[in-house]
């Protein structure tokens, strides 16, 4: 149920929050609903995420060659470009950007090439960052890293020859970003060569220090990388250079392509002979890694449950988890908060404009139906609402819904009578929908996502709906569809979020915010565009500090339960096999990735 990653958020002004107040705003606040009509309250079930079964990340054994099969390639492997889980996993061991996630947390990042934490102004306007000494780019470049060379690096995400996927999202707040082209952004300052200093229009400094921790801050030098990035597109991830533990093997030139690297077949990282242990947290207990790409997804199951210093990259087939928990459980690793699943509905037009359409809809669906197919409790916990394990303020958002006991919510398994009390309270006298409208359903093929979108339309059809289900390939169903807003898609079944990074926001705000839906490439997949919705979440997108936010958007999400904007099935957890003599670590940050550079074998 992984998907792709997903893009998000955005930015705003001020500091000051009141935890409950923009619920309230939203019309989420008090314990009934009473737009079914009398409706018994069974008692939310809350089943808890298993515990992430983790090595020690500072004891492990030192040297020994790894091999990763992975049955898909990478994105891209250029730090300014990578934006999927399994390109993550290697910019992670190659790079330092400013921040990082420790692997079993995603609550704050720690300072990584920066010295310290993120210095955000009162007025959320300015981001100072001070840039830790002695970090060294790998061969050819055998220099130390300035705050050059991290400015560099994130105006590149501008170049359109880079194009990089969130550089509009979390840095459109920048002074110039409007001219910005790869060139010196007048917003990005570096008044010493250990000091970086963002300049911003509005007030979005907390978002633009929490998006520090992607890939596009780890430093890029200029005299080597400009003449790759002058190139359509940019080839500088084929020669690029390291400042992480690992680098990709090159040459003496610094080609990574045909070397290190071999588009869909194989990855190879080795040392960086200039990483320095003492001034980096990654213990980084592996010689070498080799990665292979391709290959059937059952026959790589078998290879590394049954296979010596290897480990899989994907999420394994079911087939293969089932056999690993039944007979090799040692060798399987479950990671709760791998992102959220939910249902999107046009909230725009059509039958779904209408709040008691949504919540029944919401009411008549099998949620635990629909989870059966990634591999039910073990893998996929019945969602109440948008924010995820391991996001912050996910405790705060169960506080606040568990005692609502909303009644379209308490069912897991559906219950078709309360659905059609809400279906009665929107018009519909018999308690099924009579009007003459198709829906126009679009999901995913592949599985799990093609028997959930099946279950969601026979759900539609019992409201008494008739569908037009079409399945098209994941990407193809968001760019060509429930991405084009021009299209009206009714229901997108199966999308999801994995946030970029620690914070409610990276949850929230894109796939939420009315006033950020563009004709393409929009992630508000169900054109959500309640102008109390939208104050609240701009609003909250200016609260400056970790916990207050915490407390934003765990009420921007109860708001979002009261609209039942959209509807949450599933929170994923990720599993991972390994052979028997690894000691593999998962990173939390990354939905249940390897963490290359914690990971040892035994």
Sequence with gaps: MQGERDTKHR??????????SAACVLGACGSSDSSAGSVASAPTRRVPAKSLETASLTVGRRGGALTVLDHEGFTSIDPGVAHSRVDYEVVDATQRPLFSYQ????????????????????????????????????????????????AYAIERGANPNVANPY????????????????????????????????????????????????????????????PHDARTPSDYGD???????????????????????????????????????????????????HIEIGGDLGAIGRRVLDGSAVLENDTPAPAIVHLAHSRFPGQLKITPGAGVRYIAVNNKQGPFAKLDVRKAFWAALNREAMNRPAGGPQL?????????????????????????????????????AVAAGYMR???????????????????STGEPQAADAQIANQTLKRLGFKTKLTLVAPALMYSKYCGVPAREIDVCPDVGRVADFGDGEAVIYA???????????NENWGQVSTPDLISAIEREARVIGHEPREQSWAAVDNGLVGDAAAIPYAWVSEPAIESRDVAGVPDVWNAGAWDYSFTSLK
């Design 511 to 521: 796939a939420f915010n009315g006033n950020d839906i563009p004709p393409t490439g």
């Design 11 to 20: 930015i705003v002004a001020v500091a000051s929050v009141v935890a409950v």
């Design 425 to 443: 309270h929107a018009g519909y006298t018999r308690g099924v929908y009579s009007g003459a409208k198709t829906l126009q359903v679009v999901g």
């Design 380 to 416: 996929a916990q019945v969602a109440t609402h948008f924010l995820y394990p391991g996001i912050p303020g996910f405790a705060i958002a169960e506080s606040l819904i568990a005692p609502r006991l909303l009644p379209y919510d308490v069912h897991h398994a559906g219950d078709m």
């Design 239 to 289: 020669y690029q250079v390291a400042t992480g533990p690992y680098m990709f093997e090159s040459n003496s030139d610094g080609r990574v392509l045909g070397i290190g690297y071999r588009p869909g077949k194989s990855a190879t990282l080795v040392r960086n002979p200039n990483w320095r242990a003492s001034i980096d947290f990654r213990p980084a207990y592996l010689d070498s890694i």
């Design 103 to 150: 692997p079993t947390t995603f609550a704050e990042a720690s300072p990584d090439l920066a010295a310290g934490p993120a210095e955000v102004s009162a007025d959320d306007e300015t981001v100072t960052v001070h840039i830790r000494q002695g970090v060294h780019f790998s061969p050819p470049v055998d220099r130390e890293v300035t705050s050059a060379d991290v």
């Design 167 to 226: 550089f509009k999202t979390y840095f459109s707040g920048l002074e110039g970003f409007a001219k910005a082209r790869g060139g010196p952004i007048a917003g990005i300052a570096t008044p010493d060569k250990h000091t970086i200093v963002f300049h911003l229009m509005t007030s979005s400094g907390q978002t633009l220090a929490d998006a520090l921790a992607l890939p596009l801050s780890a430093p890029v030098p200029e005299e080597y990388a400009k």
